[in-house]
């Protein structure tokens, strides 16, 4: 990762946190992958797009949650192209991640996937096609509208956790509720670094409400009460695949401009095993 996309925060921090805070605060970030719109294809590498048609081995079953219907196709992206030497997460070296969500285009939006509810775990899904496969495009379900095709480029930069995520509560669970780490002014910088459309690759996430690590954590531990302790060890365990925010261009719009999240153990990404991701979302 230059120093350039790691800058920004590093001087964030040390402009309203004390020196020694600041550090530690640091330690923190983590290197993900910010995805845009690609606005010169030409030039930019292109490494992945929005809606379209997804590229499936004839092997692979349009992805379907029972009893519903088929999940529409959000995302894809070619993990070759991918800069993902720059990740701390072991992102495939090629090969294709597809990412597909019951959006609520056949019931308008009554059946919702959440982590608390096993039951509706299916309408979220992450395949990987290896790169030997043979594919071709797949025509999108009867009752389905594919979005429209958005390329993607893809720049390495540094990501803050939420703050009020267990691991930053780990950190600095011995400050005071009235320390800068937690005051206005610290909160609107982060706020504002991270405004705008924010597709990302691995990273922190960047929740619309709460740590999204936490849901999957109470999903994934059977929902029990929230303040089992648990939660925040399980949180620690999971980290961020795929976030796909709210995006006009490719005419997602997810509740009040929300977003997706793909969540996986580090231990079944190195193996592979995608059929374990859990899946969130969150609107304002």
């Given at each position: 990762m230059t120093e350039s996309t790691v800058d920004p925060l590093h001087a964030l921090a040390h402009t309203h946190l004390p020196a020694d805070i600041a550090e530690r605060w640091i330690g923190l970030l983590r290197p993900g992958l910010r995805l845009e719109k690609a606005t010169a294809p030409g030039t930019t590498p292109v490494v992945g797009r929005l809606g379209g048609l997804p590229e499936l081995s004839e092997a692979t079953e349009w992805p379907v949650w029972e009893g519903h219907g088929p999940l529409a196709f959000i995302a894809s992206l070619d993990c070759a192209l991918l800069p993902s030497a720059a990740l701390d997460i072991a992102i495939p070296k090629d090969g294709t991640l597809a990412f597909f969500y019951f959006d609520?285009?056949?019931?308008?939006?009554?059946?919702?996937?959440?982590?608390?509810?096993p039951d509706t775990w299916a309408g979220a899904r992450v395949l990987y096609v290896p790169a030997d496969v043979p594919t071709a495009a797949r025509p999108t379900p009867e009752g389905l509208r594919p979005y429209p095709e958005v390329p993607l480029t893809a720049r390495a930069e540094a990501t803050a956790p939420y703050s009020w995520h267990p691991l930053v509560d780990r950190e600095f669970t011995s400050l005071p509720d009235d320390h800068p780490l937690w005051g206005e002014d610290f909160q609107e910088a982060l706020w504002d670094h991270s405004a705008g459309?924010?597709?990302?690759?691995?990273?922190?996430?960047?929740?619309?409400?709460?740590?999204?690590?936490?849901e999957v954590a109470h999903g994934a531990l059977g929902s029990p009460p929230w303040d089992d302790p648990r939660i925040d060890e399980e949180a620690l365990r999971w980290v961020l695949l795929a976030q796909i925010d709210t995006d006009h261009d490719a005419d997602m719009m997810w509740g009040d401009c929300g977003a997706l999240y793909w969540l996986i153990r580090p231990e079944d990404l190195a193996a592979r095993r995608f059929d374990r991701a859990m899946f969130t979302w969150q609107c304002g």
């Open positions: 609520g285009q056949l019931d308008d939006g009554s059946a919702l996937v959440e982590p608390r509810e459309t924010d597709h990302r690759l691995g990273g922190h996430a960047n929740p619309v409400q709460d740590a999204v690590e936490s």
